[in-house]
């Protein structure tokens, strides 16, 4: 591609609007704009990083045995209501009407059109196991949306579905997922983590989030210096008292917390957990007080018998995702008017406990915990530093040290279980003829958040910096050629060979001093630059400048290819 037939409107400030650096980025080096809040276009710098992204992400999809498919981005209302998530799911799901008055969304994940589809079609478990996926736009109406392509409202996600017929099935396409995602993100360059994490509004058995390392991430993860043990402590996401029931988009507010007199020791030998485990919910009363919290525990996520009881319309009303995620005898508190939930989750181990609960808060990771086998108006709140806890104990895996991170979720992989299949009823004939539910996953992949997550990664002073599989172009060929035609006839003579050996090269072949080009090279991110000036030509050389490391070399005209066999 020739830089003159380029569209790569290069900007020398970043838009006000930008508080992480690949969103300046993204936007000065001419890869997006913005439409409107949370949604843009991808300019044909953008676009061209996406596919290469894309391609990765299907060569190991495929080759771990799923299957491409395309779905509606519109889905009917009608297959939310059967998983009653058209409720549930909260105001992230755009909603509207056709013509005739009927209900539809803007799919933002499509756990119910593919189980519709499958529960349409298969039949036997000959036809099982099936993976499906796909590379589409989703939409979320996000509360906030930031960072450019961090979190946008449109944005593209590949997302994927497995349906087995036994639990040992499920076990090993999870694990085949796992294992692809490991090597796209490694492929594409990037430092990354996969974490124990919750099953948030899905629900399910099991599930790891990939993260990517990086300061602006707006997760934090613990992980093991000695082993590969990590987990996220997901924001609690808190809400002010005073915000309306069923409001789950209220904005977020600081913990409250009382500092308490308790050691950590003390903490976590009262919890009856590992001080590791991490706080999912947080109940408040009309006050703000604290008078309840949940917690997720090293691996199991699993359901605390309270002794309280608040009816499940209540909760539910609070916060939709509890009643999804909750499941079999009613978690209740007997909570005073105004109660707010965060999120369940629920641990296992505090299971007989009388339901006491650690947490931490994104922010300051405090700990908290609450006492509940007192009457929950009069909870009381003991308060430590988590990072005294993560650099005193084991590593609940091997006895290391816990470090903690900021992380950026780029992957999610997840082990449904039965919950769609039940809900939706999505049914095979097993060997002896008899009806059974099929077991699911789901596992989805940020394409557009990768390239943002790769530019946090990957940046200089001088622009993006990027690795090899996502950059848009693998060679710069900058052209110094002036008013020297011999010069400039050399630089289009190379460029066509790299392109002849499809080598993905641009050639600067714009009317610019060769300040300008430099600049924009840099800012653009191509791997290596090649710099085709008058002085060198005349010796037999080119420049060639590596980007990330800054190191220049000259590499001989006549032999030029060689370089790149
Ligand atoms: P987050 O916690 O960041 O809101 P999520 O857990 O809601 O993400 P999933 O439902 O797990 O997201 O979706 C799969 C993947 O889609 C995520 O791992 C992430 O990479 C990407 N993704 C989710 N929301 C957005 C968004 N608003 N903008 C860009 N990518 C997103
Ligand atoms: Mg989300
Ligand atoms: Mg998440
Ligand atoms: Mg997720």
Redesign the pocket.
Known sequence: MKMTALYVPTLKEAPGDAEVVSHKLLVRAGFIRKLTSGIYVYLPMAWRALNKISAVVREEMTRAGAQEILMPMVQPGDLWKETGRWEFYGKELLRFKDRHDRDYCLGP?HEEVVTDLVRGEVKSYRQLPLNLFQIQTKF?D?IR?RFG?????E?I?KDAYSFDTNEEGADKSYWAMHGAYTRIFSRLGLKFRAVEADT?SIGGNFSH?FMVLADTG??TIAFCDACEWAANLEKAQVKPAAAAAGDKDAAPAEVVATPGAHTVEEVAAFLKVSPTAIVKTLLFDADGEIVAALVRGDRELNEIKLKNHLDATALSLALPEVVATVTGAPVGFAGPVGLKVARIVIDQELQGATGCIVGANQADAHLLHVDLARDLDSATVAYADLRMITAEDPCPACGGAVRLAKGI????VFKLGLKYSQAMDAKFLDEQGKERHMIMGCY???V??ILAACIEQNHDADGIVFPPPVSPFEVAVLSLAGNDETVAAKAQELYTMLCNNRIDALLDDRAERPGVKFKDADLIGTPLQIVVGGKALARGVVEVKNRRTGEKGELPVDNFLHAFS
């Open positions: 994940t979320r996000e949306p392509l961090m979190r946008g409202r944005f996600m948030g989030e707006e997760d979720e780029v992957g999610h989805g992949i940020g557009s958040r």
